[in-house]
């Protein structure tokens, strides 16, 4: 099988040791992170594994996509 061609954009950044260590500090995103790891797809999803609250959630998503240590689908 054929690899698939560079991005353009270069590869995406990776966040430093001490900023994902930082991330994973609060328990909710710790929690939102593992039902990531686990299979969520949806903010449905992370609510049903990880039983918080939508605003819980989306707001743990949020800094989690702004340190782009999670990605947007």
Known sequence: MDDP???PAGPAPVPD??????LLADDVRRRVVAALVLGAATVGDVRQLTGLG?????EALARLVAAELVARA
């Open 5 to 7: 061609p560079p991005d």
């Open 54 to 58: 939508s605003r819980e959630v989306g």
């Open 17 to 22: 040791a001490a900023a994902i260590a930082g």
